[in-house]
């Protein structure tokens, strides 16, 4: 199940544990508000930490994977539409360093915390986040199936 980063348009935060979401670095003048969205991406439970978990389908594989390595993920979604922002958080732990290489080579926002499959340096439109969640969902199912491009070449935005 996807938690929906949208633009607030008035500049307020509702409904949000501000310290449990300070790793999105939230400013106020681009505030965003956390809802759940009617039209979510498909699910299926995985197995994480002694119990069962609601994954979107294109990222449990990766989701899987990382939580049996170091990197315990907190919030995540596949993004890949006009709606949700790909994007997963950690509660603990850190992504593997080729993942943190392979995402910054290809432009997405990424700290050893979080990573968020927009561009900095273009306007992020609702194309634009469709075109990054696909990328996105890519660069993970290749690491899981170890053929990551650390480059990121493979990952980034096309015009």
Same mark, same amino acid.
């Given at each position: 199940?996807? &938690? $929906?980063?949208?633009?607030?348009?008035? /500049?307020? #935060?509702?409904?949000?544990? @501000?310290?449990?979401?300070?790793?999105? @670095? &939230?400013?106020?003048?681009?505030?965003?508000? $956390? +809802?759940?969205?009617? /039209?979510? *991406?498909? !699910? !299926?439970?995985?197995?994480?930490? =002694?119990?069962?978990v609601s994954i979107d389908i294109a990222i449990a594989l990766?989701?899987?994977?990382?939580?049996? %390595? /170091?990197? @315990?993920?907190? *919030?995540?979604?596949?993004? =890949?539409?006009? $709606? *949700?922002?790909?994007?997963? %958080?950690?509660?603990?732990?850190?992504?593997?360093?080729?993942? &943190?290489?392979?995402? @910054?080579?290809?432009?997405?926002?990424? %700290?050893? *915390? #979080?990573? +968020?499959?927009?561009?900095?340096? &273009?306007?992020? !439109?609702?194309?634009?986040?469709?075109?990054?969640g696909i990328l996105f969902q890519n660069s993970l199912n290749?690491w899981v199936s170890n053929k990551l491009d650390v480059s990121?070449?493979?990952?980034?935005?096309?015009?």
């Amino acid at each position: 199940m996807c &938690i $929906l980063l949208q633009k607030n348009n008035k /500049n307020q #935060i509702n409904n949000v544990n @501000k310290k449990k979401f300070n790793a999105f @670095k &939230i400013n106020t003048k681009n505030i965003f508000k $956390l +809802r759940k969205e009617v /039209n979510e *991406h498909q !699910t !299926t439970n995985v197995y994480i930490n =002694g119990k069962n978990v609601s994954i979107d389908i294109a990222i449990a594989l990766a989701i899987k994977k990382l939580n049996q %390595s /170091n990197a @315990k993920t907190e *919030h995540c979604c596949q993004g =890949g539409d006009k $709606l *949700h922002q790909a994007y997963i %958080s950690l509660k603990s732990g850190i992504f593997p360093n080729e993942l &943190i290489s392979a995402w @910054k080579n290809a432009g997405f926002y990424v %700290s050893i *915390h #979080i990573v +968020r499959a927009t561009y900095s340096f &273009i306007k992020n !439109t609702n194309i634009v986040e469709e075109q990054a969640g696909i990328l996105f969902q890519n660069s993970l199912n290749d690491w899981v199936s170890n053929k990551l491009d650390v480059s990121g070449e493979k990952y980034k935005f096309q015009n």
